[in-house]
């Protein structure tokens, strides 16, 4: 079993920047592609960064330019670099693994391709 803890949210005016960690209880190699998602008070959670197991990145267009995902395979954590952020980044922020063995998902972005999930970590933009 896969497990996720996300740390590193809070509460940061416009403009600010936050840095998001997610430690995972097993080796983030390329055994696993790795996602971040986020949910705002009354929307469907979303998803806003991915690394793929070839440590292709993909983001959200709304986030493009702004934030950066990365990964540190020594130590199993895998980050999010938030700049310039807007109130309307405010929101729960998981992070989500898939197994490489299921193959390339058909929507990297759908949150049924990812099969472990971090708690979350609350970030208030404002």
């Known amino acids: 079993h896969v497990q996720l803890v996300e740390s590193g949210g809070g509460s940061v005016q416009t403009g600010g920047s936050l840095r998001l960690s997610c430690k995972m209880s097993r080796s983030t190699d390329s055994r696993y592609s790795m996602a971040w998602f986020r949910q705002a008070p009354g929307h469907e959670r979303e998803g806003v960064a991915r690394?793929?197991?070839?440590?292709?990145?993909t983001y959200a267009d709304s986030v493009k330019g702004r934030f950066t995902i990365s990964k540190d395979d020594a130590d199993n954590f895998l980050y999010l670099q938030m700049n310039s952020l807007k109130p309307e980044d405010t929101g729960v922020y998981y992070c989500a693994a898939r197994p490489a063995r299921y193959g390339r998902p058909r929507d990297v972005f759908a949150e049924v391709e990812y099969t472990y999930w971090g708690q979350g970590t609350q970030v208030t933009v404002s």
């Open positions: 690394l793929s197991t070839a440590d292709t990145a």
